[in-house]
């Protein structure tokens, strides 16, 4: 299949081990040219054959790659908060985000749209009230009536008549608006000096944004609104991690997660139909880890039932939320166990290894993610100290969903050419870049994401054989069935070709 991960031949690398301990005082050039071209097709994309239009392509791609490296200021380097400008701005970010990038694999469902849309449009609809919490975060509902006091609130308050008597609306809205994203243009260190500060307010952003978005006109909306975001930059199809809750109407009446389903399917259906270059989304069903036994059992038996009665949206099961906070996958163990108990497909999807805590229970999410036959492993930040679960990953090929931008972010790491990712590249570990929660950190789609893995873990080395095959890897690493995916791959190879011609000069 297109896109194969390969390994040097053991052939060839017994000839080299006897060449190179056979006694030679003086390294032979012919050698050392050997080996630099051996490790280099190692490398992800390091056996991808370009065409002659595609070398010129590469060719610009690495003149705008040294001038990147060769900033006073390299935005790998710095937090994304302060790189994102110099990233927006570069000549490679502008090619990046015209390359069909394939598939989005890892994106949460309340983090895909921007901020700015949900207040300059969402919290102007009529209906709308906000009341102020009192960890000082807000919350939303629509409704046709005044609402009912919320505990831990201030009184509800129609945002239309706050806005008129607000001496300035637009420092209203900016406030709203740095409640719904960890984007700051203040230091970002300063803002959030741990771990656990910036998750606590990342988690908060979720709790704010809920009442804008389950209200059933506005769901629709944002969904729709998140599937152009991904196609305006070049992304043909994704996997939505999504909670499923209940949507409501604006006299208070809701619906259940099955017809939350049914609406994400219709909404991709007809986005599909509309843009013949979309090839389509499936939802990965989510329940947050701190929840309890008996919850997470309910969770998994709701995922059988979707699994059974929509097959063509549904792609399986996850649990999401900070993996140090919460419990290790080994306490669900009964309740991970019921799909193959009772004989019945679900896919599991795990976060795991989204930690620097060497050691701990959650540490071992990793082997226990693989354990219950994960199809793909979220973050997989740890997997380096786990050689066990990395060489099972590589055998299995059970891709890692890699998130630069948010490993920086949740400071797991400062500088990204020394996220481990960087070492998954460098021996071509099955991987797909992902950007997990984009509204929350100030950026769309996956060109972001593309730029940090490009330019930061690929380093001089990477070229546009790299960037393809990401590319070929997001889809085959989907959880498309195979007809499907040489489907997709067509489509995408399409739209390649036809990017590779209008980018080569």
């Given at each position: 299949m297109v896109g194969q991960i390969q390994r040097p031949h053991v052939a060839v690398l017994a000839v080299l081990l006897c060449w190179l301990t056979g006694g030679l005082s003086i390294p032979d050039p012919r050698l050392r040219e050997t080996l630099i071209q051996l490790e280099n097709s190692m490398q992800t994309g390091g056996n991808v054959m370009l065409s002659n239009a595609e070398k010129q392509l590469d060719s610009l791609l690495l003149k705008m790659k040294e001038e990147e490296m060769n900033r006073t200021h390299f935005p790998p380097a710095m937090h994304?908060?302060?790189?994102?400008?110099?990233?927006?701005?570069?000549?490679?970010?502008?090619?990046?985000?015209?390359?069909?990038?394939?598939?989005?694999?890892?994106?949460?469902?309340?983090?895909?749209?921007?901020?700015?849309?949900?207040?300059?449009?969402?919290?102007?609809?009529?209906?709308?009230?906000?009341?102020?919490?009192?960890?000082?975060?807000?919350?939303?509902?629509?409704?046709?009536?005044?609402?009912?006091?919320?505990?831990?609130?201030?009184?509800?308050?129609?945002?239309?008549?706050?806005?008129?008597?607000?001496?300035?609306?637009?420092?209203?809205?900016?406030?709203?608006?740095?409640?719904?994203?960890?984007?700051?243009?203040?230091?970002?260190?300063?803002?959030?000096?741990?771990?656990?500060?910036?998750?606590?307010?990342?988690?908060?952003?979720?709790?704010?944004?809920?009442?804008?978005?389950?209200?059933?006109?506005?769901?629709?909306?944002?969904?729709?609104?998140?599937?152009?975001?991904?196609?305006?930059?070049?992304?043909?199809?994704?996997?939505?991690?999504?909670?499923?809750?209940?949507?409501?109407?604006?006299?208070?009446?809701?619906?259940?997660?099955?017809?939350?389903?049914?609406?994400?399917?219709?909404?991709t259906k007809q986005f599909t139909a509309e843009n013949p270059g979309f090839f389509g989304a499936r939802i990965i069903f989510t329940i947050h880890r701190g929840a309890n036994e008996s919850e997470v059992v309910q969770a998994v038996e709701k995922a059988m039932t979707l699994q059974r009665d929509f097959p063509d949206i549904m792609a399986g099961f996850d649990l999401v939320g900070r993996e140090d906070a919460g419990r290790p996958l080994w306490y669900f163990r009964d309740a991970l166990s019921l799909p193959a108990e009772k004989r019945v497909k679900l896919p599991f999807f795990f976060h795991a290894g989204e930690t620097d805590l060497e050691g701990t229970d959650v540490d071992q999410n990793l082997l226990d993610a693989l354990l219950f036959n994960t199809s793909r492993i979220g973050h997989g930040f740890a997997l380096l100290r786990h050689p066990l679960a990395k060489e099972l990953s590589r055998t299995r090929d059970v891709a890692v969903e890699v998130c630069p931008i948010s490993n920086q972010v949740m400071k797991l790491v400062k500088d990204l050419r020394n996220h481990p990712a960087a070492v998954l590249m460098s021996e071509n570990h099955p991987l797909v870049i992902s950007s997990d929660d984009p509204a929350a950190f100030g950026t769309s789609g996956l060109s972001y994401d593309f730029y940090e893995a490009f330019v930061g873990f690929g380093g001089r080395k990477s070229n546009l054989g790299t960037l393809k095959q990401l590319a070929i890897n997001s889809i085959r690493y989907s959880s498309l069935d195979p007809s499907e995916q040489e489907q997709a791959l067509v489509l995408w190879q399409k739209t390649w070709d036809k990017f590779v011609s209008e980018n080569t000069f």
């Amino acid at each position: 299949m297109v896109g194969q991960i390969q390994r040097p031949h053991v052939a060839v690398l017994a000839v080299l081990l006897c060449w190179l301990t056979g006694g030679l005082s003086i390294p032979d050039p012919r050698l050392r040219e050997t080996l630099i071209q051996l490790e280099n097709s190692m490398q992800t994309g390091g056996n991808v054959m370009l065409s002659n239009a595609e070398k010129q392509l590469d060719s610009l791609l690495l003149k705008m790659k040294e001038e990147e490296m060769n900033r006073t200021h390299f935005p790998p380097a710095m937090h994304f908060f302060k790189a994102r400008d110099l990233i927006r701005t570069s000549p490679l970010f502008k090619v990046l985000h015209r390359m069909p990038k394939g598939a989005v694999l890892h994106l949460h469902d309340f983090a895909m749209v921007d901020v700015e849309w949900l207040v300059k449009n969402v919290t102007y609809r009529p209906h709308c009230f906000i009341c102020f919490t009192d960890n000082q975060s807000i919350r939303f509902i629509f409704s046709s009536q005044w609402p009912k006091a919320r505990p831990r609130c201030s009184p509800w308050n129609l945002l239309e008549k706050l806005r008129a008597q607000s001496v300035n609306a637009t420092h209203l809205d900016n406030s709203i608006m740095n409640n719904l994203t960890l984007f700051t243009d203040k230091d970002p260190e300063t803002v959030y000096p741990s771990q656990s500060e910036i998750w606590y307010h990342f988690e908060q952003t979720f709790q704010a944004v809920l009442g804008l978005v389950t209200f059933v006109p506005v769901f629709r909306d944002y969904y729709s609104r998140g599937l152009s975001l991904m196609y305006v930059d070049s992304i043909m199809y994704l996997e939505l991690r999504a909670l499923l809750p209940e949507l409501y109407e604006l006299d208070g009446s809701s619906y259940n997660t099955s017809y939350t389903l049914k609406t994400y399917q219709e909404i991709t259906k007809q986005f599909t139909a509309e843009n013949p270059g979309f090839f389509g989304a499936r939802i990965i069903f989510t329940i947050h880890r701190g929840a309890n036994e008996s919850e997470v059992v309910q969770a998994v038996e709701k995922a059988m039932t979707l699994q059974r009665d929509f097959p063509d949206i549904m792609a399986g099961f996850d649990l999401v939320g900070r993996e140090d906070a919460g419990r290790p996958l080994w306490y669900f163990r009964d309740a991970l166990s019921l799909p193959a108990e009772k004989r019945v497909k679900l896919p599991f999807f795990f976060h795991a290894g989204e930690t620097d805590l060497e050691g701990t229970d959650v540490d071992q999410n990793l082997l226990d993610a693989l354990l219950f036959n994960t199809s793909r492993i979220g973050h997989g930040f740890a997997l380096l100290r786990h050689p066990l679960a990395k060489e099972l990953s590589r055998t299995r090929d059970v891709a890692v969903e890699v998130c630069p931008i948010s490993n920086q972010v949740m400071k797991l790491v400062k500088d990204l050419r020394n996220h481990p990712a960087a070492v998954l590249m460098s021996e071509n570990h099955p991987l797909v870049i992902s950007s997990d929660d984009p509204a929350a950190f100030g950026t769309s789609g996956l060109s972001y994401d593309f730029y940090e893995a490009f330019v930061g873990f690929g380093g001089r080395k990477s070229n546009l054989g790299t960037l393809k095959q990401l590319a070929i890897n997001s889809i085959r690493y989907s959880s498309l069935d195979p007809s499907e995916q040489e489907q997709a791959l067509v489509l995408w190879q399409k739209t390649w070709d036809k990017f590779v011609s209008e980018n080569t000069f």
